[in-house]
């Protein structure tokens, strides 16, 4: 069975630093990971998508990467923003999709 | 395009009550699903539906039955409602299921539910 992991579970920094969220999944055979961002009391909202033929992806200030043989993914934040303060998901597609439980991430102005 | 939307978005329940989460998405998406999120524990498949006329269990699809309407709505039934179905309930929608393109899902606000 395909387990997600997120560590950390919370993750508070200043302004304007850099930061790394991790994803690490126990079956490499997967066909895709998503990055998903989700503010409180709302639904998901879809970052980036790396198919497993990918080793990474840029939107804006995010760029995913993957490497599926040792099951993990980076998702890197460039110059945070409070505006970036959410709960970041990553989920893993192999068959049907598995989330992990979330880093909630505060930016503190 | 409203993309995925979700109703009622509040509910309360007593135990044993019945009731019927309702979904719909305007992206002409042939996949649909149901997924319920839980503290702690990241959001958990119920029930899927490929296309329009089918439907598959998930990860946790017992005490909750699904209908495939058309190809617009997906709703999702409690015939008799538990407090452990307390949870956040998300539909979301893709235009090829998961495995068979790599598409992207995207999710409706979510439906909070409580039983006492």
């Known amino acids: 069975k395909q387990e997600v992991t997120q560590i950390p579970a919370a993750l508070s920094v200043p302004e304007g630093e850099n930061l790394v969220l991790n994803c690490s999944f126990t079956?490499?055979?997967?066909?895709?990971l998503q990055w998903f961002r989700q503010d409180p009391g709302k639904g998901l909202t879809s970052l980036l998508l790396i198919q497993s033929s990918q080793r990474e992806q840029t939107s804006g200030r995010l760029n995913a990467s993957l490497d599926k043989s040792s099951g993990r993914s980076t998702l890197y934040i460039a110059a945070s923003q409070p505006g970036d303060s959410a709960t970041y998901l990553c989920?893993?597609?192999?068959?049907?999709?598995?989330f992990g439980a979330g880093t909630r991430l505060t930016v503190k102005p | 395009n409203a993309g995925v939307t979700q109703t009622p978005k509040f509910q309360v329940l007593k135990t044993g009550q019945s009731m019927t989460l309702q979904c719909a998405q305007d992206?002409?998406?042939?996949?649909m699903y149901w997924y319920r999120q839980d503290p702690g524990m990241g959001l958990r498949l119920i029930y899927y539906?490929?296309?329009?006329?089918?439907?598959d269990k998930g990860e946790v699809p017992n005490g909750y039955n699904v209908s495939r309407l058309n190809k617009r709505e997906f709703s999702l039934r409690l015939e008799s409602a538990a407090p452990s179905q307390t949870s956040v309930y998300f539909c979301?929608?893709?235009?090829?299921?998961?495995?068979?393109?790599?598409?992207?899902?995207?999710f409706g606000p979510g439906t909070r539910l409580t039983v006492t």
């Open positions: 992206m002409n998406h042939n996949s």
């Open positions: 079956d490499s055979a997967i066909y895709n």
């Open positions: 979301a929608s893709s235009d090829l299921l998961p495995g068979t393109g790599g598409d992207e899902q995207y």
């Open positions: 539906s490929a296309s329009e006329g089918t439907t």
């Open positions: 989920a893993v597609t192999l068959g049907d999709m598995r």
